[in-house]
Nanobody, 127 residues
Framework: QVRLVESGGGLVQAGGSLRLSCTAS????????MGWFRQAPGKEREGVSW????????YYADSVKGRFTISRDNAKNTLYLQMNSLKPEDTAIYYC????????????????????WGQGTQVTVSS
């Protein structure tokens, strides 16, 4: 049984930083590409970032490029999202997601390309 558990969300002022974590179990983490998504109230879920199995390749949506950094520690089965210079428009529930194992290359931020999802963590940025 695959389980993805996010943590690290919270309330922060604009310009502040948060670091999200996602701990995975029930899958072979080191051969599983991962992604971060977010969903704001009344909006569709959107892809934020993708990272390859090894962590050597990453992809960012234009809206977060230069402010967010995705990383992973395969020894700890953990995915991270460092979020700096946060803006009120970053307010959303943030989800980590896992692709089918061994699909290590080919960045994707399409929800339909991800097989497993966490329960989400709320990030609120006040102005």
């Amino acid at each position: 049984q695959v389980r993805l558990v996010e943590s690290g969300g919270g309330l922060v002022q604009a310009g502040g930083s948060l670091r999200l974590s996602c701990t995975a179990s029930g899958l072979t983490f080191g051969v599983t590409a991962m992604g971060w998504f977010r969903q704001a109230p009344g909006k569709e879920r959107e892809g934020v970032s993708w990272i390859s199995c090894s962590g050597g390749s990453t992809y960012y949506a234009d809206s977060v490029k230069g402010r967010f950094t995705i990383s992973r520690d395969n020894a700890k089965n953990t995915l991270y999202l460092q979020m700096n210079s946060l803006k009120p428009e970053d307010t959303a529930i943030y989800y980590c997601a896992a692709r089918t194992s061994l699909l290590c290359s080919g960045s994707s931020t399409r929800t339909q390309d991800y097989k497993y999802w966490g329960q989400g963590t709320q990030v609120t940025v006040s102005s």
